[in-house]
């Protein structure tokens, strides 16, 4: 056994690995959430730096400029958090969020191949089938059983489940 599949071992093995199942409903919600994270996170820099520039407001802020066009700091700092307070905001952090989580056992130097390979997996499995991934020190169905408890931890993370009592 190799050293990221000792690992993986103790965070998965030790449990049922069934736990991290989630409803077809549940779990195609959170693929799709994954699959709008770059468009999310363009959104996001946009709205920002429309605020950072004094442009306008992202839509739904309502928020209204001083006659000059310029607006105050306390008001671009309000505008900043209304903005990461945005719904899309929240699901974009979560998938942060959760990758991190999936990934935090791994060692440094992996952590961000797992990682990547976890996203792309989400984004287009048939693009991107295990093989192509290349992940380093993972056998197939430990790489699934992380991608489904990324996908829970996703789902947790949202407050689209509850937990088991």
């Known amino acids: 056994m ?3 599949e000792r690992q993986l071992s103790r965070v998965f093995l030790e449990e049922n690995p069934m736990i991290y199942d989630l409803p077809i409903p549940i779990r195609n919600q959170c693929i799709w959430i994954v699959r ?5 996170m363009r959104e996001y820099k946009a709205a920002r730096k429309r605020i950072l520039d ?11 400029t001083t006659p000059s066009g310029r607006r105050s700091t306390e008001e ?6 209304a903005v ?13 969020a959760a990758l991190d989580l999936a990934a935090e056992s ?20 048939k693009k991107y089938p295990f ?17 489904r408890y ?9 407050g689209l489940i509850f937990p088991k009592s």
Not at 76 to 81: M, N
Not at 106 to 123: E, G, H, I, T, Y
């Open 131 to 147: 093989e192509r991934l290349n992940v380093p020190a993972m056998s197939k169905s430990s790489f699934f059983r992380l991608r």
């Open 2 to 4: 190799r050293k990221g």
């Open 36 to 40: 709008s994270y770059e468009e999310r």
């Open 150 to 158: 990324m996908l829970y931890q996703l789902a947790d993370n949202l």
């Open 54 to 64: 004094g442009r306008g407001s992202p839509s739904g802020l309502g928020v209204k």
């Open 84 to 96: 990461d307070q945005m719904p899309a905001v929240r699901q974009m952090r979560a998938v942060d």
């Open 106 to 125: 791994f060692p440094l130097d992996m952590r961000n191949k797992v990682r990547s390979a976890l996203f792309l997996s989400c984004q287009d499995g």
């Open 76 to 81: 671009a700092t309000a505008l900043l958090a």
